[in-house]
């Protein structure tokens, strides 16, 4: 079956510190990786998505996330963060064929100043 | 343009009562995605349409049903409401079918049931 783990429920870091949010997965075919970011009432934005090749991609917003197939991890990281970057981070999973998503149950970043 | 729209914003229901949510895709996407996103957790798929068609389905009872129209605008129905049921509901669309496609995601229905 499919699933995304995300250990971390929440998170603080101080502005201009790294960030690593953790993100596991269980998928049966070759997985489509995705990190998304919600923010209080908007929608959900995607940061940065992984289909094939180079292992590390980049994003928007400053993100990159790393996809190591023997960890089934694809954990996302900021060099430094900034205080606009609080919000929720979701990790999904999805079928190729399909808009279908397995999603993360989420990790709330807080930013202290 | 216009991003994903969703209407209404709030809505409240009572148990056992009917509630429809509608979603209007970007212009030019004809594939619209719906999830339940409640409290505390990450979203949940429960429909995908494509060209009006069916595409996939979550696991979700029977009272959930939903329909694409030929302006690709799309309608979730919700019967016999549960308590269970009070959620962000999400709407998503793309241009087409497949995760080669981005996903753009609505600000979504928050529909409290009572």
């Known amino acids: 079956a499919q699933s995304v783990t995300q250990p971390d429920i929440h998170i603080t870091v101080s502005e201009g510190a790294s960030l690593e949010l953790r993100c596991n997965y269980s998928?049966?075919?070759?997985?489509?990786l995705f990190w998304y970011v919600q923010s209080p009432g908007q929608g959900l934005q995607l940061l940065l998505k992984y289909f094939s090749g180079d292992t590390l991609v980049q994003g928007i917003k400053g993100f990159e996330a790393e996809f190591k197939r023997s960890q089934s991890s694809f954990n996302l990281r900021k060099p430094s963060v900034h205080w606009s970057d609080a919000a929720e981070y979701f990790c999904a999973v999805g079928a190729y064929n399909f808009n279908k998503f397995y999603f993360g149950s989420g990790t709330k970043l807080n930013v202290k100043p | 343009d216009a991003g994903v729209t969703q209407s209404p914003t709030h809505l409240i229901k009572t148990r056992g009562q009917h509630v429809t949510l509608r979603c209007s895709p970007i212009?030019?996407?004809?594939?619209v995605s719906w999830y339940q996103q409640v409290l505390g957790q990450g979203p949940q798929f429960i429909f995908q349409?494509?060209?009006?068609?069916?595409?996939g389905r979550g696991n979700f009872p029977d009272r959930f049903s939903a329909r694409q129209f030929p302006n690709y605008s799309s309608e979730l129905n919700v019967n016999a409401l549960l308590l269970g049921d009070s959620a962000l509901y999400l709407c998503?669309?793309?241009?087409?079918?497949?995760?080669?496609?981005?996903?753009?995601f609505g600000p979504g229905t928050r529909l409290t049931v009572t």
């Open positions: 998503a669309s793309s241009l087409a079918d497949g995760l080669l496609y981005e996903q753009y």
């Open positions: 212009s030019g996407h004809k594939s």
């Open positions: 349409y494509y060209e009006k068609e069916e595409r």
């Open positions: 998928y049966g075919a070759t997985p489509y």
